[in-house]
């Protein structure tokens, strides 16, 4: 073989060597940080008689694609769902999925990654991984003023219907975030800011 065909030669499996090397890169999604405005969560409408009616409807959540919509609430397309003070996980007694959650104590934007210690919760018919109740998971609630008011330094660590993780913070229950909700406010409208980890690790940097 002349010099000529070797190089030839040695050009072609470089180039060969290349593409295959190109080809085995894959691009890494970057972590979803968003803050969510004003998500209805089942609101109550005037009936015909002038009373307060609620659907019983949830809003199914999925972190990376948004409102999921209610016919796909027996699949693992959704995360999360909400309806009043009600948050379920998609897993367990609530759903097909792999999701369950974390109530934490801490400081949303300190939280890096999840802790190893951590234990995930299911849905079960007498107990959810996000439990409901003033004091109880997520939420206060003030009796004398009817006012419901997300507690501090809580987060809720969510495994999500497919075994991904995220982290989010319920900021406001009321429409339009009112710094100071009070009688007139429209409840059952959720504002909270999340982080998503789409590539499946449990750090959300």
């Given at each position: ?98 999701g ?14 999840i ?10 018919k ?6 409901t ?33 995220a ?34 690790s449990?750090?959300?940097?």
């Amino acid at each position: 073989m002349n010099s000529f065909k070797k190089i030839i030669l040695f050009t072609v499996s470089v180039s060969l060597f290349l593409s295959c090397k190109k080809d085995e890169v894959t691009i890494k999604e970057p972590v979803k940080a968003e803050t969510v405005k004003d998500l209805a969560a089942d609101p109550t409408t005037i009936s015909g008689t002038g009373q307060p009616v609620a659907s019983g409807k949830f809003t199914f959540y999925n972190f990376k694609n948004g409102i999921v919509p209610n016919a796909d609430s027996t699949t693992n397309k959704w995360d999360v769902a909400f309806r009043g003070t009600t948050i379920l996980t998609n897993g367990g007694s609530s759903g097909t999925g792999q999701g369950g959650a974390v109530v934490l104590n801490g400081i949303f934007d300190e939280i890096k990654e999840i802790p190893a210690s951590s234990t995930f919760a299911q849905d079960s018919k007498t107990v959810l991984a996000i439990p409901t109740g003033s004091g109880k998971g997520w939420y206060n609630y003030d009796a004398p003023t009817n006012i419901i008011s997300p507690i501090a330094g809580k987060v809720l660590l969510i495994r999500t219907g497919d075994g991904k993780y995220a982290k989010i913070e319920i900021l406001n229950y009321y429409k339009g975030a009112p710094a100071k909700p009070d009688a007139n406010s429209v409840a059952r409208h959720y504002t909270f800011r999340f982080a998503y980890q789409p590539d499946g690790s449990l750090k959300f940097n």
